[in-house]
């Protein structure tokens, strides 16, 4: 296989797992929860005592049932794999997602400048038969790493900006799980695009400035667009009172209309990044499609702490986060 077919088994492989977590119980209590939208309103490794209380208690029950599992496991290396995946980090820690986001884009930028060992290495995977022609062309490498690097800045921006003091944590699983993540997404951009690279090198003077197609076009605008949306939606969520059911209009509708924004982002890059003669570009849509269950599952979350916290009648009205679907 390719480097490019490798990372979208990492994506789709990873989207699999959590689709399959997501649909045990216990499991999804126990380890894929955290901050105010857990079920139980603390950290999965302080399940309540009592299975006896109201119907949120009631619903605490799958992951306490399951701590007692492990607790009466004999398998010592499963009780240490539940303590390691219990463990819990600030979730202030965000901020590091967006910092080696950044920080990614110019190593990339790097390498592809000076054809260093690690493009090197994972070029040597590249699949026989992709050629410039049937690859992502130059100024394709070069708007998509410009528009990643734009959305890591971004992001890393807001994340210090609209930031507030909170004991809120989040499981470490999901803290590595973030940083593979823009990992993948910084190989995305050029994996793709390996052929145009080796055969004509990553320089300024290769680049040309040239009308977008109608077909890049349309994609950029998505991207500026769903990232304006994206950053409204921040600036208003950070305006709030702790816990307040959003009244932006965006929010109308949507529970989680920054979700949205982030898929649309991510379907953008899918069309921006397309090689040449293809209408997606397949790494991209891997990505899409993580982003698009990770999301969908934490929207999920979300709405049912707005049903316990505010009422079902706050959020008939309102799609999770794409609407009339989901």
Known sequence: MGAEHWLRAAFLGTTGVMLLAWAVPTIRHRYMGYGPRTTASESPSQAPEKSSQSSSTASESPSHAQEKSFQGSSTSWLKRLDRALLIQVPHGWFAHFYTFSVLLSAFWAAQLLSSGTSFRKIA??????????????????????????????????????????????????????????????????????????????????????????????????LFLVASVMQHVCHRHLASLKKYTLPNHPLFRYLICPHYTAECLIYLALTGIAAPQGHWINWSFFSVLVFVLTNLGATAESTRLFYQKKFGAESIRKRWRMIPFIY
């Open 124 to 221: 040597s995977l590249e699949l026989k038969g992709r050629t410039p022609a049937n690859s992502m062309s130059m100024n394709q490498l070069v708007l998509t790493w410009a528009l990643v690097a734009i959305q890591g800045c971004r992001r890393l921006y807001e994340t210090i900006a609209f930031a507030k003091p909170s004991n809120a944590t989040m499981p470490i699983g999901h803290y590595i799980l973030g940083l593979l993540y823009y990992l993948g997404v910084s190989m995305a951009v050029w994996v793709e695009g390996i052929a145009t690279v080796r055969a004509e090198k990553f320089r300024g003077a290769k680049i040309q400035c040239e009308t977008p197609s109608a077909h890049t076009l349309a994609f950029l605008i």
